[in-house]
């Protein structure tokens, strides 16, 4: 989840201790207008969110005790900067804005806000989108706000340098017809993170906010999803709020959801795998995971908003694996999950995303796409396994042409074999079923969905020939029927998937 709202409190001075840059034995008292607001991390770090102030003063060391933060929400109480807090001369102080409970994110669309003690303002800045590294003063402290070179938190900031332009492939399923997924209710709201695709097409979607799991039942002819169960899911001992943004779902329809946090604990970091048996006899209520399996060993030391992102189950090649996607270090993690609790890495992959956000793995090609949100323009990549472990060939593909920057934090997939036709002449062909989950629910709608035609209208009798060819299928998409042909007709370009 990128953006994760909570009341505010005061800061600990264990915190400020940790963050000041120098305590020196005299202060003495400076303008305001020497400290200004140098640095923000609003897609957080391995920690998490944090702004940085500077002192331009070279000479003079400024107290900055009772100063506050805030951002763009003013029904958030602001950071206090805790009594005897100083910045040096010429020196820098910083702050994470969310690793303590009663504080708040930073959104990708936000402000920073700077006050002193007597709520004057400082300074401020604001932002349009998520930083790929952060959102600083170019040149350090006296410039105007850019996008950073790299993140350079309590030091100098670094001018970005001109790249070479990122070489992406077209998205594999192109073309398609995209929609919103029309449930109303918490569907149009935000958090809904993590989608997966049962074999059966029931699809499974999680919210993060709510810890909430969706049931959503298919009807193949209006090509429309109705919610048939929701459970409010909760860790084994029956408490707390797991802040639930990966599904995939296992063996004989077991539920895995990948997690943050305890939301009722939101400040504090708790990367770990719930498993779920669904019941049979009751439509919704809340529902106890049978076993939580902790990655902290795993990700190290992360900020409570940059853990477990997604999940995916992976029935070969290891007998049945989990594919593990890290928001604050971009790495998959490869597990497999034992008794009490145990678990055992098979393969560890750093990806060249800031994130890995969604996971999604097609048994038909073998292929593991690994998908990342807005920050990287929704860019994926595909893996697949070699004998060994998951590899891929490092080309980068593009999001759907169709398909707006979005904060897409889930991606599933499923195929079908539905009636084509071919002439006078009936036959079946292959489609694609696309799910992708909107943490932002941009224009209302927290699931969009596609349908793409991957291969020929095959006859089963001899009037083709035997032979397979372009033909025409028609299916319904959000209820509005559609008819589109066979990639091989119309595009005959196009790239299959990778299988590399």
Request: proline share 5%; hydrophobic share 40%; glycine share 12%.
């Amino acid at each position: 989840m990128r953006f994760h709202p909570v009341t505010s409190g005061v800061l600990t001075a264990a915190l400020a201790a940790s963050a000041a840059i120098g305590l020196p034995a005299a202060v003495n008292a400076a303008p305001a207008a020497t400290v200004v607001i140098n640095e923000v991390e609003s897609n957080g770090d391995a920690v998490g969110d944090w702004v940085e102030l500077a002192n331009l003063d070279t000479e003079q060391d400024v107290d900055i005790s009772g100063w506050t933060l805030i951002d763009d929400d003013p029904t958030h109480d602001p950071i206090v900067i805790p009594a005897g807090t100083t910045i040096e001369s010429g020196g820098y102080w910083s702050v994470y804005t969310d690793v303590d409970p009663d504080h708040f994110g930073l959104g990708g669309n936000d402000s920073v806000t700077l006050r002193d003690a007597s709520s004057d303002i400082v300074d401020s800045t604001t932002w349009s989108g998520h930083a790929a590294t952060t959102w600083g003063r170019i040149p350090d402290m006296t410039g105007e706000f850019a996008v950073t070179g790299e993140s350079t938190r309590n030091v100098r900031n670094v001018a970005a340098v001109d790249e070479e332009p990122v070489v992406t492939s077209p998205w594999p399923f192109d073309p398609q017809t995209i929609a919103p997924v029309v449930l109303g209710g918490d569907f149009a709201g935000d958090d809904m993170s993590g989608v997966d695709i049962a074999a059966d097409g029931t699809a499974y979607v999680v919210n993060n906010g709510t810890g909430t799991l969706y049931v959503l039942d298919y009807d193949r002819v209006a090509g429309t999803y109705s919610v048939a169960r929701t459970f409010v899911l909760k860790y084994p001992d029956g408490a707390g709020l797991p802040d639930s943004e990966g599904v995939t779902v296992g063996p004989d329809g077991v539920i895995y959801v990948a997690t943050e946090r305890n939301n009722d604990a939101g400040g504090t970091s708790r990367p770990s795998i719930l498993r779920f048996d669904l019941p049979t006899d009751r439509d919704s209520g809340a529902l106890s995971a049978t076993d939580e399996y902790s990655l902290s060993a795993l990700t190290g030391q992360i900020g409570a908003n940059s853990g477990l992102e997604t999940i995916e189950y992976l029935p070969e090649p290891w007998g049945g694996a989990f594919a593990v996607g890290v928001e604050g270090t971009g790495k998959v993690h490869f597990v497999q999950l034992g008794a009490a609790g145990a678990v055992t890495e098979v393969q560890a992959f750093t990806s060249p995303f800031q994130g890995v956000m969604a996971l999604d793995h097609d048994e038909a090609t073998g292929i593991l796409r690994v998908l990342c949100d807005e920050v990287c323009e929704g860019r994926s990549l595909e893996m697949t396994f070699d004998g060994t472990g998951f590899v891929t060939d490092g080309t980068l593909y593009d999001r759907p042409a169709g398909m707006a920057n979005l904060a897409n934090e889930g991606f599933a997939a499923h195929r079908e074999t539905v009636e084509c036709t071919l002439g006078d002449a009936t036959g079946t062909a292959e489609r694609v079923r696309l799910l992708w989950a909107d943490d932002a629910a941009t224009g209302g709608a927290g699931l969009r969905t596609a349908l793409a035609e991957t291969g020929d209208c095959v006859i089963e009798d001899d009037d083709n020939g035997g032979q397979p060819g372009p033909g025409i299928i028609v299916g319904s998409l959000g209820g509005v029927e559609i008819g589109f042909g066979s990639v091989s007709a119309l595009l005959p370009s196009l790239p299959r998937p990778a299988q590399g």
